[in-house]
């Protein structure tokens, strides 16, 4: 059966080089620990875990925005028509170039289709890049790179914490206390309204 997803592959850059310095006992807990968090997202954004990949995962999403809003340590994105086997496995050329993509990616870089970046939320800064040769393809790749942007003012998403200025918010309203609360989007907004304990924090996001 031919279906249209969109898949995104992730991974810990530097894990190899973080268990030879650490040791294995150091090097699960911190594997756990993404795991949970990668867990605790994509299930807020109805986004399904195809399948771990040791140290990275494969992403499964029907529709476009879920996957590319939360940014990751490192990841590639590509959407298109693929063949669905057996209920729970993906065949195609989108599987192969988002697990490209990814593997070409620098550490906090999401490299992309041209296609794809039309979904980044505002708080993601898209940056055009010259094709890129990736291992199995004839031709070089057209890409482009999501980033964070950096700006002055930004405070942490409550949920998920991500750094966010109110102008780049999916929604800002004021706290409890009187400040400003601002939401990265729509998920984040409705767990915060759900009455969820936080679960994030400017800390967690970066590493």
Request: aromatic share 8%; proline share 7%; with cysteine.
């Amino acid at each position: 059966m031919r279906v249209r997803r969109t898949f995104a592959f992730i991974d810990l850059g530097g894990f190899t080089e973080y268990t030879e310095t650490n040791g294995d006992q150091e090097a699960v807990w911190v594997l756990g620990l993404f795991r949970w968090h990668v867990r605790e997202v994509t299930t807020r954004r109805s986004v399904r875990v195809a399948k771990w990949l040791g140290d990275g995962a494969m992403l499964v999403s029907v529709d476009e925005r879920p996957v590319i809003s939360p940014l990751v340590l490192r990841g590639g994105l590509a959407a298109g028509l693929v063949l669905l086997m057996e209920g729970d496995d993906y065949i195609g050329r989108p599987v192969n170039l988002a697990a490209r993509l990814s593997q070409e990616a620098g550490r906090h870089e999401i490299l992309c289709t041209p296609n794809l970046s039309a979904w980044a939320p505002p708080w993601a800064e898209v940056r055009p890049r010259d094709p890129v040769p990736l291992r199995g393809f004839r031709d070089p790749i057209k890409v482009a790179e999501l980033r964070f942007r950096d700006e002055v003012g930004a405070v942490a998403d409550p949920v998920c914490g991500l750094p966010i200025s109110a102008d780049a918010a999916w929604e800002t309203r004021p706290g409890a206390d009187g400040a400003v609360v601002s939401f990265c989007s729509p998920s984040c907004a409705e767990t915060w309204d759900d009455g969820e304990p936080e679960v994030g924090g400017t800390e967690s996001w970066r590493h």
